[in-house]
């Protein structure tokens, strides 16, 4: 079985300049082992409260807010896993966080009912991020490590959007790339 996706992103970490090391790097220093076992502990309370927040939507019969909570406080446990387990180094549950969070992740494009576009998203949103390199070809890249947008460059909003309405033409337009300002609303304009 091939993942196309994640040769789309052996694509663009070559491209950009990002590692891919054969091993699981190291966090260096005590002080960042600490920081990383803090933001997971942050997530594991994000999660918690996320899985209450669903608790309560479903108990008053919101059974589409306790799924986009509950879906949501999946991702984010897992995250706060792999934080965990990247902190202490420990090779077998990073292995296991990423391969639950993948399973969380592809249970959201299931339950969100876009799992028929999933590889075709995830092609648009490819071909915009390869798209990032910088004016001379090469990427900008921020003190954080980040892969910067250049001047100029254009999401794969209206894109995707052409993919929700070819899957639900039916799909009212709620995105912030309009050509022509909405009447009324400041933050389109």
Request: proline share 7%; aromatic share 6%.
């Amino acid at each position: 079985m091939t993942d196309d996706n994640l040769a789309r992103v052996r694509e663009f970490n070559e491209a950009f300049g990002i590692a891919m090391p054969e091993r699981l790097p190291e966090v260096e220093t005590v002080g960042d082992v600490k920081s990383l076992r803090a933001q997971g502990r942050g997530a594991e309370r994000t999660a918690s409260s996320l899985k209450e927040h669903a608790a309560v939507a479903r108990h008053l019969g919101r059974p589409g807010m306790a799924m986009a909570l509950i879906t949501l406080q999946l991702i984010v446990e897992e995250a706060g896993e792999l934080a965990v387990a990247w902190a202490e180094g420990d090779e077998v549950a990073v292995l296991d966080a990423l391969a639950d969070l993948s399973y969380v992740v592809d249970r959201a494009w299931l339950v969100t009912g876009m799992s028929s576009l999933k590889d075709r998203a995830q092609a648009i949103v490819h071909a915009s991020n390869m798209s990032k390199l910088g004016p001379d070809g090469r990427p900008i890249i921020s003190d954080a490590g980040r892969v910067v947008k250049p001047p100029g460059w254009e999401g794969p909003e209206p894109m995707l959007w052409a993919l929700v309405q070819e899957a639900w033409p039916s799909v009212p337009f709620a995105g912030p790339f309009l050509e022509e300002p909405v009447p009324g609303d400041e933050n389109n304009a």
